[in-house]
């Protein structure tokens, strides 16, 4: 067993009577004493406070740093405006997704968050593709902390009034309570807020003054999974992987038209002749929303099938559970594209058992971000 690793929140977690899991190396709260549904409702209703440290965080510096990271991605990089962010995804030559990303232009260099379960390889798949020409550095001292929420940018504005006159995407460094932090007003709840990337030794004081505020709950990795559910967002190795192409995972409106077919800079990217072909062709198959009948959660890898009774399995479940916005179970899962209408009935097995599921256009709850 190797040891896992604590984020610089984690005395704080078990202060506040986090229950401690393992999760991508790290001991992480999947829960505070509330419990998940409260912190999920007071997310949606007022502002929670996420510890994202888990996550990797990486500075790419050097001449034309955007051209040579669009060899990379099949997003828009070079036309990303200062200050802004935008989501990406690294690709195998397969078009198969190596994992999901954000990537913000900060002037000088490109700032990128990778996934925490992804963060060594995708480190070492951006050093052997863009060294030594580009330096790809870890930043290893920068916790990283999410507000999120109808009432996040009331509650950071107060520490920052900048901060109310970001847009959704906009990145910014702010100086909160004497730190300097690299914002961006992103998340993945489906709703306002801010990512913010504070210096270890400082992220406590923060985390503390933020949960101080009478709209801020602490909120653990439970709801941050019910919440990004509800808001129809790719969990990486559960709803996408190295086997999914963009397209058929439903994320072509990530890759800009100017890098597909007859854009200005098509392909040049890991995959581009499959991802394009299946953009040109149509998936066989395609990620959908879900909403099972009754009241039990249909989970990850409960097998779907077109009939009630008879038949092999079209597919299956990569993300479930409840939604408490919602008011009852919520999944993801690929099905036949010919299958995959809103309003199509399927039936999931559980316990031996058929049970129906209507496919449902996502997200479940509609996006709140500040445009």
């Not at 990486?58 to 991605?73: H, K, M, N, Y």
């Not at 990406?88 to 190596?98: K, P, W």
């Not at 002037?107 to 070492?124: Q, R, W």
């Not at 058929?248 to 890759?255: D, K, Q």
Request: hydrophobic share 40%; proline share 7%.
């Amino acid at each position: 067993m190797t040891e896992l690793s604590k984020t610089p929140l984690y005395e704080l977690h078990v202060e506040l009577g986090g229950k401690m899991v393992p999760f991508a190396g790290y001991e992480m709260p999947v829960q505070f004493p509330a419990g998940i549904m409260t912190e999920h409702n007071h997310t949606r209703a007022k502002a929670g406070l996420f510890d994202v440290s888990h996550m990797g965080q990486v500075i790419l510096r050097g001449p034309d740093v955007a051209s040579a990271f669009e060899t990379l991605v099949p997003m828009d990089v070079a036309g990303l405006g200062e200050g802004r962010q935008r989501y990406g995804l690294f690709l195998n030559d397969q078009g198969g997704i190596l994992d999901d990303l954000m990537f913000a232009n900060r002037g000088d260099h490109l700032f990128v968050v990778v996934n925490a379960a992804c963060k060594e390889a995708d480190t070492a798949h951006m050093k052997a593709a863009l060294e030594p020409a580009i330096s790809v550095t870890p930043v290893t001292n920068r916790a990283l902390l999410a507000l999120q929420g109808p009432g996040a940018e009331a509650v950071l504005a107060g520490l920052a009034p900048e901060a109310a006159q970001m847009r959704f995407m906009d990145v910014r460094t702010l100086e909160l309570q004497g730190a300097e932090c690299w914002v961006s007003r992103s998340g993945y709840t489906g709703e306002d807020g801010y990512e913010i990337s504070v210096p270890s030794d400082q992220a406590e004081a923060l985390a503390r003054t933020l949960l101080a505020h009478d709209d801020v709950m602490p909120i653990g990795l439970g709801a941050r999974d019910s919440l990004r559910l509800e808001a129809g967002l790719c969990l990486y190795g559960h709803d996408i992987d190295a086997a999914t192409l963009p397209a058929e995972a439903g994320l072509t409106w990530a890759i800009q038209k100017l890098r597909r077919t007859g854009g200005a800079r098509e392909g040049g990217f890991p995959g581009a002749e499959p991802v394009l072909a299946q953009i040109a062709q149509g998936p066989a198959r395609l990620r959908v929303g879900l909403r099972p009948e009754g009241r039990a959660p249909m989970r990850e890898g409960v097998e779907l099938f077109a009939e009630a009774e008879g038949g092999a399995p079209i597919g299956r479940i990569t993300s479930g559970g409840f939604g408490p916005t919602v008011g009852g179970p919520v999944a993801m899962g690929y099905v036949p594209a010919d299958l995959a209408a809103p309003g199509t009935t399927v039936y999931g097995e559980l316990r031996g058992k058929r049970l129906p599921a209507t496919l449902t256009k996502l997200p479940f709850v509609a996006a709140n971000f500040k445009r």
